[in-house]
């Protein structure tokens, strides 16, 4: 029901937007997370946005400076604007429904917190 779109190959120092759209669930009232994964690492969660009536909005260290979270709500779509991109951001992206809550925990997103997931969008950036 999420479908995560945006990805390509970009030297570091590049940037890329990318996106996560639904198509049965009304993202208004849905906190959602952004996960990445690269080969041999544990996915990792790195930022989350909380629902339209809230906006708040967490990023995990690794990222913040650097990525930002926004929604387009009348596109029904979750943006992660990803600047400055160095080689270690290389991974699959995610985008996920956190379950039972609207508004984002304050620390790293935890996967098993979140049920509804997009396929990836591979992220490559070369040095």
């Known amino acids: 029901q999420l479908q995560a779109s945006g990805g390509g190959s970009v030297q570091s120092g590049g940037s890329l937007r990318l996106s996560c759209a639904a198509s049965r669930l009304n993202l208004d009232y849905y906190a959602i997370g952004w996960f990445r994964q690269a080969p041999g690492k544990e996915r990792e969660g790195i930022s989350c946005?909380?629902?339209?009536?809230?906006?708040?909005?967490y990023y995990a260290d690794s990222v913040k400076g650097r990525f930002t979270i926004s929604r387009d709500n009348a596109k029904n779509t979750i943006y992660l604007q990803m600047n400055s991109l160095k080689p270690e951001d290389t991974a699959v992206y995610y985008c996920?429904?956190?379950?039972?809550?609207?508004?984002?925990?304050?620390?790293?997103?935890?996967?098993?917190?979140?049920?509804?997931w997009g396929q990836g969008t591979q992220v490559t950036v070369s040095s």
């Open positions: 946005i909380s629902k339209s009536s809230d906006g708040s909005v």
């Open positions: 996920a429904t956190l379950s039972l809550l609207s508004t984002c925990p304050t620390r790293k997103p935890v996967g098993n917190e979140y049920d509804y």
